[in-house]
């Protein structure tokens, strides 16, 4: 591989569909000696009412608060004993693990795996314990400029019908309500083989990991398991709103700015994400860093993302400014906003972008989680297991006309929620 | 971790070489042999803000260039201020290597350091400390730091005093920058996809010509034994508290601090090395205080550094609980390792441990460059590749016995967050709306 980057693709990643629906897909690294796992299920935040707002994430969590044959000290006694590392979490599509061992533990990590997705008892003590570490951390979260400027951003941005509005690790009102009974019948329903992928990366033999995967899992059926449901329709903002969430004591407030994004299958993604980048990612952070950092000084960190997952995420900016230079930072932003959508990125600019996207691969492909997450990545979204193959050609094929295009067709300065947390009001 | 090479160029600079051929990429690394424990008063966080201003570049290479050029390849770079290092980084596909090579050497020498760049990067640096401030975690500790060290630069934060940041002044950030930055106080590293003599052979083209200076003088002071317990408390508007104790401990360079490893992993898990951290659920202090319901989560740091620092370890209290049942809970654990050995199980758990934290430390080329420029700056390279082997050789006889002599109340400072409910508490959900 040292003349060139081998690139994961349908020729050197395998990929097993199991009777029951489970997608299993290895890729072989013998660069390193740990393996790496990751994959996802159908079971979301997207399947539960705004009342059981976190039921998702505190099902997933407590998955390995103990099973039918192993407790909660069985569990990580057998993970920590090896050095290994297994977490689940739920976000709002998808509940999402991830994994990593010497790579002659993997069939210690998939049995523990298997175990905890399929067999979980929802003890009754060991959850409320972890119920209090969570109601913890949310409460320390409310003090938090960045997670509140974040929510009341989200909150604004999409109104209360629509799965996104909310938080998917619930709230200091709705966790506390929610019972173990609730945890094994969300569980009941919506784990299951469909819908579900596991990758595998890492100095192990595809065949020996795709039978350690069958052995533990392919038995696995639950027939009632709910189609995804369809994410209502939504308007993006009509015009500008902001929003301010006062937080005594602080030194420091946050700013999110910004609106609805593409989905990552929306024709435009690709263009809207090389905007972004000349927006607010490339080099130290883009046009928007150039102005607030680099020119002005008023930020440590300012700069734009865009989420592009299953549904229309947001396209948001971020900047953490001294409560006296709030208004020059958000007027900085949007005139930076008002340039992208009224001028067509420059030859230059466009050219960087392109060559920092495709340069970049080696970079995110050199360990096993890179690797691992660009597979799932391809998988979750479709996108054909010759994305990175193509990826290069799709890239280089945007014109400028394109960029401006997706800008117009997501960006308006005049029609954004913008929300502050900090200091003062 | 076979197969590095060590040189040293006339003019001191020392160069480190490892080949790695996995993959087509190559990480390059210069470290300086700065950081803030050399800071005096009136001018801590110098050498963090000194690093901030390399990033404005140099005449062959403006700091807008700079980010461009590196990243239209695709590479990755930035930089870190640590107590006892600054160090710089580019990550590269292999055949672009060359313009990290150019770029550190030139900016060894010819940063520019302009009045107006140095006041624009002071609102940076004094946001990045208000950024940090919004944290109870960053007062407490850097309370509790001042506390433990009364004369050592291991005192303050390496973000410096915000007076000093107001304060110091163009002239202080670049003879700063003069008296540090030379090849003869340098560690340069490359781990990757080349060949060890053409690389050595480029690396002397370009750095070999760069004049050695005068050997920094040292700002240094030795902190004095502790005798007796301190004690700090923090209070700021917030909702959740917080315990840190933190205990003087010995330089990594030295046996003990292996055996402390070794201890902390029993104690709070094991420490993750950049490649992945793991879980540390059934470690004891996670039985005592988390399994308790009296913490939301324990964690314990031990830092590898040059001088005697500190080990410590952090506690999120529950609401309802108070910081005295938590010491009390962890005092009872802390004299129990002191007072018997650990299970020969425990200890071989901790070394499986280590084995696997270090083998996923070492699967990317930027974590091992990283790590030999570390080791080589506070002791020598082989200490990283010898880290594994030295814990293997740990004893449950030793880890009582580094209890017994550091874990002691006499050598250790308590730190309280104390949050106070103040107005925000009462509309703690509430918003407001401007339309």
């Known amino acids: ?66 099973t039918h044959s192993r407790d909660f000290n069985a569990i990580h006694t057998a993970l920590e004993d090896i050095g290994a590392d297994l977490d689940v979490g739920a976000g709002v599509h998808q509940t999402s693990f991830s994994g990593k061992a010497l790579a002659e533990d ?109 052995q533990h899992l ?54 809207a994400a090389l905007v972004n980048s000349v927006l607010g990612q490339f080099g130290m952070m883009g046009r928007i860093g150039d102005e607030v950092r680099e020119k002005q000084g008023l930020a440590y960190y300012a700069y734009s993302g865009i989420e592009g997952g299953h549904g229309p ?18 007027n900085s932003i949007l005139h930076e906003i008002e340039r992208i959508i009224t001028e ?9 972008n392109q060559s920092y996207f495709t340069g970049h691969l080696p970079l995110q492909l050199e360990s096993n989680e890179g690797l691992a997450a660009s597979i799932m990545h391809m998988e979750t979204y479709q996108l054909g297991l010759d994305n990175l193959l193509l990826f290069r050609s799709r890239i280089m094929a945007l014109r400028q006309e394109d960029l401006l295009a997706a800008a117009r067709n997501y960006l308006n300065p005049q029609a954004l929620i913008i929300a502050v947390a900090g200091p003062e009001a | 971790m076979a197969g590095v090479t060590r040189h040293q160029l006339s003019n001191g600079l020392t160069v480190l070489l490892k080949e790695q051929h996995n993959a087509p990429l190559i990480s390059w690394w210069v470290m300086y042999r700065i950081g803030s424990r ?14 901030h201003m390399m990033f404005k570049g140099t005449e062959q290479f403006p700091g807008s260039v700079l980010d461009k050029l590196i990243s239209r390849e695709g590479g990755s770079w930035n930089a870190m201020t640590s107590m006892d290092y600054t160090v710089y980084y580019e990550t590269m596909p292999a055949d672009q290597i060359d313009l990290g090579l150019r770029l550190e050497a030139d900016r060894m020498v010819n940063a520019r350091f302009t009045e107006a760049e ?60 003069r008296r540090h930055y030379m090849p003869n106080n340098a560690i340069a590293v490359a781990v990757g996809d080349f060949q060890t003599e053409a690389m050595l052979k480029r690396i002397e083209e370009l750095y070999g010509s760069i004049p050695a200076g005068d050997a920094p003088k040292l700002f240094a002071r030795p902190e004095p034994e502790q005798a007796g317990e301190r004690r700090v408390i923090v209070e700021r508007p917030h909702s959740t508290a917080f315990l840190e104790i933190a205990y003087h401990v010995p330089a990594s360079s030295h046996d003990d601090w292996f055996k402390l490893a070794i201890l902390n992993s029993v104690l709070t898990g094991p420490s993750g090395m950049g490649g992945g951290s793991i879980d ?97 700056n506070f002791d020598r390279y082989t200490w990283f590749e010898n880290y594994v082997s030295r814990l293997e050789a740990v004893t449950v006889e030793d880890v009582r016995e580094v209890a017994q002599r550091y874990l002691r109340p006499q050598n250790r400072t308590v730190g309280w967050f104390v949050p106070l409910a103040g107005d925000g508490d009462e509309d703690m959900d509430d918003m407001e709306d401007e339309e």
Do not use: C
């Not at chain 1, 980057?5 to 050197?12: E, F, Q, R, V, Y």
């Not at chain 1, 995420?313 to 958000?330: F, I, L």
């Open chain 2, 38 to 51: 050399n800071e005096r008063t009136g001018q801590t966080g110098i050498s963090h803000w000194v690093e």
């Open chain 2, 118 to 177: 140095v006041e624009s990067e002071r609102t940076v640096i004094i946001s990045e400390r208000q950024g940090a401030e919004n944290s109870p975690l960053f007062w407490l500790s850097e309370e509790v730091r001042a506390a433990a060290f009364r004369v050592h630069g291991y005192h303050h934060e390496i973000i410096g005093d915000m007076a000093d940041l107001e304060t110091m002044t163009r002239d202080d950030l670049y003879n700063h920058y």
């Open chain 1, 344 to 352: 067509p990125v420059s030859a230059e600019d466009l050219s960087d």
């Open chain 2, 280 to 376: 540390n659920k059934t470690s004891r202090l996670y039985k005592a205080l988390v399994e308790t319901e009296l913490t939301a989560d324990v964690d314990g740091g031990l830092m590898a550094s040059i001088d005697p620092y500190l080990y410590d370890l952090v506690a999120t209290i529950r609401p309802g609980r108070t910081h005295e049942e938590v010491e009390a809970a962890l005092d009872e654990q802390i004299n129990l390792v002191r007072n018997e050995n650990i299970s020969q199980q425990e200890l071989d758990k901790a070394k499986k441990q280590a084995r696997a934290l270090f083998a996923y430390s070492t699967e990317r080329v930027s974590s091992q460059a990283y790590w030999l420029a570390f080791a080589e």
């Open chain 1, 106 to 214: 993997l069939p210690t990590l998939i049995e523990l795996l298997a175990d905890v997705l399929r067999h979980p008892a929802f003890p009754q003590a060991p959850v409320e314990r972890l119920r209090g570490e969570i109601l913890t951390g949310l409460q320390y979260r409310q003090q938090d400029t960045r997670y509140r400027a974040n929510r009341a951003f989200q909150e604004a941005l999409y109104p209360d019908s629509h799965p996104y509005h909310y938080s998917s690790r619930g709230t200091l009102d709705t966790l506390p309500r929610l019972t173990t009974a609730d945890l094994a019948q969300f569980h009941t329903r919506h784990y299951g083989p469909r819908g579900m992928v596991i990758t595998i990366v890492g100095a192990v033999q595809a065949a020996d990991a795709v039978s350690i995967v069958r």
């Open chain 1, 218 to 271: 392919s038995d696995w059926r639950n027939p009632d398991q709910p189609p995804v449901p369809a994410l209502p329709a939504l308007r993006p903002p009509q015009e500008t709103r902001r929003v301010s969430v006062p937080i005594p004591g602080k030194t420091q407030s946050d700013i999110v700015m910004g609106t609805i994004g593409p989905a990552r299958k929306a024709e435009d993604y690709r263009a």
């Open chain 1, 1 to 66: 591989m040292s003349n060139g980057i081998s690139l994961p693709g349908p020729h050197n990643i395998t990929r097993v569909e199991l009777e029951n629906g489970i997608v299993v897909l290895v890729y072989e690294n013998d660069a390193a000696q740990s393996v790496v796992i990751g994959g996802s299920l159908a079971a979301g935040s997207l399947y539960e009412t705004p009342a059981q707002s976190g039921l998702a994430a505190l099902t997933a969590s407590a998955l390995m608060r103990g």
């Open chain 1, 313 to 330: 995420g947001p396209w948001s900016v971020n900047a953490g400014v001294n409560p006296a230079n709030v208004d020059k930072a958000v």
